[in-house]
């Protein structure tokens, strides 16, 4: 099979064993399944989904590393089990990835105690399902009186190549739940986030509207024998902006602010709100199935979604935990997985997304830290790649990104692309751009059929760094402004991923320096907005020092390597007078008696395209220049303001005379036209008063008679 670049490749496996003639109900209704590919580092990510329309029930798992010369298969699988009660089982799926023999330990933690069970043996490349109710009942014990628990499963041989994934399902109701096994090499500090998670009724633009009613549940369990202490914090949108393709929406307050009095731990941010519930207690070895909807009461519900963040008193990696939102009713189940606040991996995201008549896709960004964030985004389809440029994130804000909804509103992104209207199938590529804590997760829901999927496929533990490309105002060569007027320039950094190389598009936010090379004719500010000062030309420089990063192909901390990145760009800036003057008559000859002589001139005042102004004042300011004879006595220049009409017409015409002693004489008479203080043209009158001519006109420096109809050259 072939994939193309940035591309998804969906298998059907049902089909597939069809193909092979053999009985999916039979030997094969459970297996693995692996992928080799021929490619660079983390070329590839995968998820594997299960689902059962007719009833309901979905199920997923992400597919892990494990390549020869590395692997992300853990030494030992730590999971939970939860709301078994009522006739429902918890079953895992435990998997041996490797061509020989492995066995296992496996241990059921439940009131404050750790109970072995029997070791389990597995063939080579077996998969074996593990049931929580028969090996409680080994125990002598029953789900109603341990319907929350652990599961831990610890191999014996030193290479690892078991792999382990749980659900729970009721088939009667609908109910299914995904139990997922962490990776404790990546639980590097100690505390958890869950992303876009409904709660209570949702807000009727939520994703999840019209659904039903939703209780969160947050399961945490203890992995250590010692107790520990927990504590929850919901995180909602507190304002406008909650789905936004940019970044922070700025007016987000005025909802949260006002809420700090009803609850002590309720506190309004400016994008986000939080509650904190009072921390609890989490024994040894035990489990807490704790469902929020005491706290419906606490928050300023509707809320279209929230974020859960789970905070634990022992070492990193020593409590695991699961979030899932129930609906009251239809007992649909919305799967939040977590991510490790120190999980770098968490960080970025290469998903899958589907829209059809009753499908939506929706990424859920959060930032965890306490420092803004820019997202690296972009969206393939049919070949085409769509790029978010200016998407930042606000300490602890949760971002909804509606693929719907960016589909449909065909805004082209800098490069003019758009998403194509009918596209129904696609990916979408996410990476944190700071060494902030980022989690995120594409959640596709079908909302009739009730089932709701998760991809969080991760692609890489560093964030983007630049490489020094630099797009100014789209690769143009020069831009237009005129003459009192600003304009905003565009500018895009290039950006790589550390791990694969992929490239991606931002808006650099910090080592940007412009500059002009003629602050005389245009300026440029600190945000690159270009001012005309006066008419001609001057050259706009960008200059961007921003982090590199290259990634040593390892995890954890260290693996992240920065250095600083250079690049710069430049285009010219010309700036255009905004009116033009029309000749409605320029004079060649004069109308003299004895030794005074008189010119009268009428003009036309126009916009740059050609449309007639009308001014209040035009202002005319003359002067005259005698190289030979002598001017007779008195002050025959002046500066006139003038009216102009509806068609943009000076009312009356500007009379010049002018008288020379003897009767003969040479001079220069020059007309400075100005509007709305911008000079917007100058007329030069050469003379020899004796023939009653004017010998030659200079307009704006070019010897023409009459002066042309054109826009003024700066």
């Known amino acids: ?31 693995s399944v692996s992928v080799n590919f021929v490619g660079t580092v983390m070329p590839l990510v995968g998820q594997m989904t299960m689902t059962n329309p007719a009833l309901g029930l979905i199920h997923e798992t992400v597919m892990v590393e494990n390549d020869p010369g590395h692997t992300d298969i853990p030494q030992e699988l730590d999971g939970l089990w939860w709301n078994i009660s009522g006739g429902r089982d918890a079953k895992v799926m435990v998997t041996n990835t490797s061509a020989f023999p492995a066995s296992a330990d496996v241990f059921l933690d439940f009131d404050g105690e750790r109970h072995p069970s029997d070791y389990v043996l597995f063939k080579p490349y077996e998969t074996r399902t593990l049931s929580v109710t028969q090996l409680l009942g080994e125990l002598k014990m029953s789900p109603a009186n341990v319907p929350e628990g652990g599961i831990t499963i610890i ?4 290479k690892r190549t078991l792999i382990a994934q749980g659900k729970v399902l009721d088939p009667v109701t609908g109910f299914s739940t995904t139990l997922n096994f962490p990776d404790p090499e990546v639980q590097l500090a100690s505390a958890l986030h869950a992303s876009g998670v409904p709660i209570g009724k949702p807000t009727p633009d939520s994703l999840f509207a019209g659904i039903g009613t939703f209780v969160p549940h947050v399961v945490v369990r203890n992995l250590t024998g010692s107790p520990q202490v927990a504590t929850i914090t919901i995180e909602y949108p507190s304002g406008m902006g909650w789905d936004s393709t940019t970044g922070p929406y700025s007016a987000g307050a005025q909802a949260g602010t006002s809420l700090t009095g009803q609850n002590e731990n309720l506190k309004g941010g400016v994008t986000t709100g939080h509650f904190t519930l009072p921390p609890f207690s989490v024994g040894p070895y035990s489990t807490v199935d704790l469902p929020l909807g005491a706290a419906l009461n606490q928050l300023p519900t509707p809320l279209p979604f929230c974020s859960i963040r789970i905070q634990y008193s022992g070492r990193p990696g020593s409590a695991i935990a699961e979030v899932s939102s129930v609906e009251l009713k239809s007992d649909m189940v919305i799967d939040a997985p977590l991510a490790n606040e120190g999980n ?62 960016l589909r449909d509103a065909q805004q082209a992104d800098f490069r003019g692309t758009l998403i194509p209207a009918d596209a129904t199938d696609g990916g979408v590529t996410w990476q944190r751009a700071e060494d902030v804590p980022v989690a995120g997760r594409l959640l596709v829901i079908k909302r009739h059929s009730g089932m709701a999927s998760n991809y969080d496929c991760n692609i890489c533990t560093c964030p ?46 910090s080592g940007v320096t412009w500059s002009s090379g003629t602050p005389s004719v245009a300026t440029v500010n600190s945000s690159g907005t270009v001012s005309g000062v006066s008419g001609g030309s001057s050259t706009i420089s960008v200059h961007v020092s921003e982090q590199g990063c290259y990634w040593n192909g390892q995890g954890g901390s260290g693996s992240c390597h920065y250095f600083t990145a250079q690049g710069g760009a ?18 060649t000859t004069t109308v003299c008696s004895g030794n005074s002589c008189q010119l009268a001139i009428k003009y036309q005042v126009l916009d740059v395209n050609g449309v007639a102004v009308q001014v209040a004042g035009m202002t005319i300011a003359e002067s005259t220049n005698f190289t030979s004879g002598s001017q007779c006595t008195g002050n025959f220049n002046d500066a006139k303001t003038w009216l102009t009409d509806s068609t943009g017409t000076m009312t009356t015409p500007d009379y010049w005379w002018w008288c020379c002693t003897n009767g003969s004489c040479t001079f220069t008479f020059t007309q400075t036209f100005s509007v709305n203080g911008h000079t917007i043209y100058v ?30 050259t700066p």
């Not at 959060?366 to 389809?381: L, N």
């Not at 007329?683 to 003024?712: A, E, L, M």
């Open 155 to 158: 191999q014996r041989e030193l």
């Open 344 to 405: 770098g991996w968490a960080g970025s995201g290469a998903n899958p997304w589907h829209l059809d008549k009753d499908t939506e896709s929706i990424l859920f960004l959060t930032d965890e830290g306490d420092q803004p964030v820019r997202i690296a985004f972009s969206v393939t389809t049919a070949g085409l790649h769509y790029y978010l440029t200016d998407l930042k994130l606000a300490p602890h804000e949760t971002r909804a990104i509606n693929m719907r909804k």
């Open 683 to 712: 007329i030069r009158y050469n003379g020899f008063s004796g023939t009653h001519n004017i010998t030659t006109i200079q307009c704006n420096g070019s010897n023409v008679s009459p002066c042309p109809v054109v826009t003024p």
């Open 464 to 509: 983007v760094g630049f490489n020094g490309g630099i797009n100014l105002q789209n690769g143009a060569s020069s831009v237009s402004v005129l003459d009192g007027s600003s304009m905003g320039l565009t500018l895009q950094g290039s950006y790589t991923n550390p791990c694969n190389g992929t490239e991606s598009w931002m808006t650099p936010q």
């Open 1 to 31: 099979m072939t994939i193309a670049s940035q591309a998804k490749l969906a298998i059907d496996i049902a089909g597939q064993l069809k193909s092979l003639n053999v009985d999916s109900g039979g030997d094969f209704s459970e297996g």
């Open 570 to 587: 430049g285009l010219s800036a010309n700036v255009q007078i905004p009116y033009q003057l029309n000749a409605v008559n320029t004079p």
